[in-house]
Each structure stands twice: as structure tokens, then as C-alpha cells.
């Protein structure tokens, strides 16, 4: 079993930062590719970033390219998802998501999950 924590969320302007955490807990935390997905109301979820066991091996979604960074620290169990130049569509519940095999679409299914974060993004 593996515990995901997110943490970081909260309301920015448009143009701003935020940095989310999500702390984990349990099984060997570099055994497991790490990511994010968000759900807008109304919306299905989608895929944000992801980062291979080894930190090696990046993924983004096309809406958060060159904007979002994800990284891994394994020393405190952490993934990070860095998010610069926020825009109101980024709105959204943000979860984060662990799995033995890296994953990067909508449609992925990763074992573990937080509880998620909001992220509100004004205008």
C-alpha cells in the first residue's frame, strides 16, 4: 500500500505560481512513477504530468507544457508539481497519482491516489 498526501493548493491570480507536494507513505516510494491529473467541475479528468521511478523520464499534458514542472525528491518521499504562469482554465481539483509503471494519458489508471487538492485560479 501506498499513502499519497497532496498539499499547496489554494486561490491565485492569473499569472502567479503555485507548488503542490504530495507526500507518500508505505511501500519503497522510488519503486513507483509519480504524477498529477485535475478535474474541473463539469469536466473529465485529465492527465497533467508524471515522472519515471528514476526521475529521468518526464511527461506533460499538451496544456501545461512549458509551464508546469514535475520533479521527485525520493530522500523525503516527495513529488512536486511546480505550476508558473497559472491561467483560470487550470482551475481544477489536482490529484496526485502513483503507479509501478509510468503513466501519461487521460485514460490511465494508476493504483494509488490522493484525496486531491483545489486549485483556483482568478481572473
Known amino acids: 500500500q501506498v499513502q499519497l498526501v497532496e498539499s499547496g493548493g489554494g486561490l491565485v491570480q492569473a499569472g502567479g505560481s503555485l507548488r503542490l507536494s504530495c507526500a507518500a507513505s508505505?511501500?519503497?516510494?522510488?519503486?513507483?512513477?509519480l504524477g498529477w491529473f485535475r478535474q474541473a467541475p463539469g469536466k473529465g479528468r485529465e492527465f497533467v504530468a508524471a515522472?519515471?521511478?528514476?526521475?529521468?523520464?518526464?511527461y506533460y499534458g499538451d496544456s501545461v507544457k512549458g509551464r508546469f514542472t514535475i520533479s521527485r525528491d525520493n530522500a523525503k518521499n516527495t513529488v512536486y508539481l511546480q505550476m508558473n504562469s497559472l491561467k483560470p482554465e487550470d482551475t481544477a481539483v489536482y490529484f496526485c497519482a502513483g503507479d509501478p509503471r509510468v503513466f501519461y494519458s487521460d485514460y490511465a489508471a494508476p493504483e494509488y491516489w490522493g484525496q486531491g487538492t483545489q486549485v483556483t485560479v482568478s481572473s
Open positions: 515522472i519515471s521511478r528514476s526521475g529521468l523520464v518526464l
Open positions: 508505505g511501500r519503497t516510494f522510488s519503486m513507483y512513477a
